[in-house]
């Protein structure tokens, strides 16, 4: 088992800045890949962003790049959403995932957060 915990989200304004973190507990965090999803209500969950247990090669949604930027700390068993420019359609429930298999299906990831609330005023 896997634990993980969000924070971070909050109320900020079109081209403000948030960092969302993912703590982990229980199994070893750094034999999982990780990945960001967001949704809102009446939508599916979709990805957002991801990073493989080595936080090699990372993985983002085309309507995120350049903005933000996935990381983590083995270390101290935590992952982080670096999140720039944000924009009024970001607004989300942001949710952290672990999978043994990288993958950005929402459906290969047996660990989930219980989601922190992003809200982006115009």
């Known amino acids: 088992q896997v634990q993980l915990v969000e924070s971070g989200g909050g109320l900020v304004q079109a081209g403000g800045s948030l960092r969302l973190s993912c703590a982990a507990s229980?199994?070893?965090?750094?034999?999982?890949?990780m990945a960001w999803f967001r949704q809102t209500p009446g939508k599916e969950r979709e990805f957002v962003a991801g990073?493989?247990?080595?936080?090699?090669?990372?993985n983002y949604a085309d309507s995120v790049k350049g903005r933000f930027t996935v990381s983590r700390d083995n270390a101290k068993n935590t992952l982080y959403l670096q999140m720039n420019s944000l924009r009024p359609e970001d607004t989300a429930v942001y949710y952290c995932?672990?999978?043994?298999?990288?993958?950005?299906?929402?459906?290969?990831?047996?660990?989930w957060g219980q989601g922190t609330q992003v809200t982006v005023s115009t």
């Open positions: 229980g199994r070893t965090f750094s034999r999982y890949a």
């Open positions: 995932a672990a999978t043994a298999t990288w993958d950005v299906r929402s459906t290969s990831y047996a660990y």
């Open positions: 990073i493989p247990w080595s936080g090699g090669r990372t």
